[in-house]
C-alpha cells in the first residue's frame, strides 16, 4: 500500500501476515453470528430474549416471553468503552464503569479549576476563535459566567482559593451529604491517569484492558514510548483511537490468558496432540469484536448527492485516501505498540 510507504517494516508486516489478517477481518458467517449470540444468551442466562437476525435490518433483540413490570431483562458486561477526552474535563469518573466517583466537591471543584486553567471542555463555551485557551486568567472568568449564567456581567468570579478548598474537601456544599460517591482508588500502574470507584473495577481493568495501556513510569513498560506517542496523536486527532487501543488491548490480554492455560493444560495433553495452533487461539480471543463487523467506512459511506452513480470507485478510493493520511500516524503507533506487546509476551 502506498499510503503507508512512511515506515516500510509495518507494511512488511502487512504483506507476511496478509493471510492472518485478512483472516482476522472477514466478516463471520450467519452462522457463526447465531452460535456466538445463542451462546451469550444462556451464558447471562437472560431466559426471555434471543438475538436474531434480518438480512435487511442486521441484528436485533427481541422479547421471546412476557416480562413483568420492573423485573431485570438483561444485564450484561460493555465489551469495550472510554469516556471522551473532552468530558474529561467536566467529571471524574471510573476508568472502567464509569460511574461518577469522589464527591459532589471534588466534581464541582475540579470542573471549575480545570475550567480556570484553561481547559473549557464544552463546544457550547468555545467561541470563534481557535487560541481561545490561551486567553488571561480574567478572560477564562468571563468564559465561565457566559456558560453558566444567562446574564454574565453580574456573575463575579470565583476566587482561586475559593475553588480549590471545594475541589480538596474544605467546604462542604449544601446537600452533598445526600448524594454519596464512592472514593476514588488509583491505578496501581503509577500513571495518575486512571481511577476508579473500587478495587474490583482497578483490578478488572487491569486484567482486562490498562495493564497494556498503562503509562505508569514505574511499571517500565517497553511500550510506553509508543503508548505515549499514540496518546498524543490520538489527543491531537480523533480519540476513537482509545476505543481501538482498548479493543486491541482487550484481545492480546485474552489471548496470552487462553495461551496461559494451553500451556497448563497442555502438560496433560501433550501426548494425545490436542493442540489448539496460536492463530486460532487469536481468532477466538478476537471473536466478541468480530461479531461486530461492519465494513470499514470508506466501502460504506452513502453516496453525497452530488457524486454520480459512475464515479462511485474513484469516490470511495477518495475517501480511503483521505482516512489513510488522517489515521496513518495512529495506526502505525498502534501497530508499533501491538509489535512491542507482542513480542514482550513471548
Ligand atoms: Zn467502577
Ligand atoms: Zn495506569
Sequence with gaps: MESCSSSSIFCQLDKEFSKEISALLKPPSPQQVQEYFDKLVKMRQCNGLKIKQDGNYGKGVYAVSDFDEGELVLKDQMLVGAQHSSNKVDCLVCS????????????????????????????????????????????????????????????????????????????????????????????????????????????????????????????????????????????????????????????????????????????HNETNGNDISDFSLLLEAWKPISMGYKRRWWDCVALPDDVDYHDEASFREQIRELAFEVMSPGILNIKNFVWICANHSE
Design 96 to 267: 472502567y464503569c464509569f460511574r461518577f466517583i469522589g464527591s459532589i466537591e471534588l466534581q464541582i471543584g475540579r470542573k471549575l479549576y480545570l475550567q480556570n486553567l484553561g481547559l473549557s471542555a464544552r463546544m457550547e463555551c468555545a467561541t470563534e476563535s481557535s487560541d481561545e485557551e490561551d486567553d488571561s486568567l480574567t478572560a477564562d472568568h468571563d468564559k465561565l459566567g457566559q456558560c453558566s449564567s444567562s446574564n454574565p456581567k453580574k456573575k463575579i468570579p470565583l476566587p482561586k482559593e475559593t475553588i480549590e478548598s471545594v475541589m480538596n474537601g474544605y467546604v462542604e456544599l449544601p446537600y452533598s451529604k445526600q448524594f454519596p460517591l464512592p472514593s476514588a482508588v488509583s491505578c496501581s500502574g503509577g500513571c495518575g491517569e486512571a481511577y476508579y470507584c473500587s478495587e474490583i473495577c482497578a483490578e478488572a481493568d487491569w486484567e482486562f484492558f490498562h495493564s497494556l495501556l498503562c503509562t505508569g513510569k514505574s511499571l517500565g513498560t517497553p511500550s510506553r514510548e509508543a503508548l505515549l506517542k499514540f496518546i498524543q496523536h490520538a489527543d491531537g486527532t480523533n480519540d476513537i483511537f482509545y476505543l481501538a487501543a482498548k479493543a486491541i488491548s482487550l484481545t492480546i490480554l485474552r489471548y496470552k490468558k487462553s495461551k496461559a492455560a494451553q500451556f497448563q493444560e497442555g502438560k
